[in-house]
Structures are given as structure tokens and as C-alpha cells.
């Protein structure tokens, strides 16, 4: 929730000091309807109808599917260097997630700091939750999943990876690039 609220942020700053969406115009983004598709995707696979139906098992190859698409939408725009720096912090997130068969390593202590009582209760009950899973020597790459717990955030920010922290910096740096007004020659 705290990565959304920083999003809306800097679009909402990037907005007011373009004056208006203006910098957009002659601005070209590829692979929109992917990025759609991928969102009503994970919109279906993170609801408590789909965890609990006989399709779950469905669940990692879905969203690697999803992220394959988000994927190709930023290498479809690599042009824009929030672009490239986000792309760092997804492909931090795409390789420990597929190394651990479609889920996030997730450390059950951090999430218990963080006031997350309910994911601890699912992860502790299930082993996986959503696109989680208990962080343990079973799983790889941990160092990649979700450890960062910003304790002064608490109770409106939950526990991240590095690449989270990546991908939100450089989508932030794309939104001004976006709307960045181009000046008349």
C-alpha cells in the first residue's frame, strides 16, 4: 500500500509542477494493453475466490505469466530511463520468484514486526499465500524476497525486497519523465 501511495505521489507532483499532463503528448509508451491484462491477471489470481478454489495450483504459473508481460512492455520502452532503472529492480524480483517456482520469499518475523498478522496466519497455515511463500533454507535466493520491513511506516507499509525499492524509484522516475514537458524550439 505505502509503494501505491508513492506512485500517486509522484504522479500527483509530477502533474502539478508539469502543469497538466501536457509532456504526454508527443510521448510514446508501447505494450499498454499488456500491462492491462497483466493487472486484471493478478486482480483474479490474489483474491480469496481464486485461493480457494480448485484452480490454486494455477497460481505461479499465472503470475510468471503475468510478470513475462510486464516484462515485455518495459523492454518494448526502454527508452525511458525510469524504464531501465525499474527494470533492474523487476528482474531482481522475476529471477528470485522464479527460482522459487512462482513465489516471493517472505520472512514471517518481518511481516509479524510489521503488524501483518493475517498474511502470517495464511503463510503459517498454507506454506503459501497469494504469490508468498514462508522464507526458509528451502528457499532460494532469500536475500531477493521480502526482508525490508521500514518499521516507520508501520502499520501502512508491509515488508519489501530490494527490487521493490527499485522498481518503485525508477517508476517514480519514469512518471516525471512522462509528463515532462518538451520545450519549443
Known sequence: MAFLLVIVLCFTIAVFINK????IERKVFRGFPLVLISIAL????FSDRFFYSSYRYLTPYLYIISLLMLLTVMLLNLRYKGIRIALIGFLSNLTVIVANKGYMPQDINKLQEMGK????????KFGRYYNGVVMSQETRLNF???????RFLKPYASVHSIGDIILVIGLCYFIFELLRREESL
Do not use: H, Y
Request: net charge negative; hydrophobic share 50%.
Open 144 to 150: 531477493l524476497g521480502d526482508v525490508i520491513a521500514p
Open 42 to 45: 493478478q486482480t483474479i489470481i
Open 20 to 23: 497538466g499532463f501536457r509532456g
Open 117 to 124: 498478522l493475517d498474511k502470517v496466519e495464511m503463510l503459517t
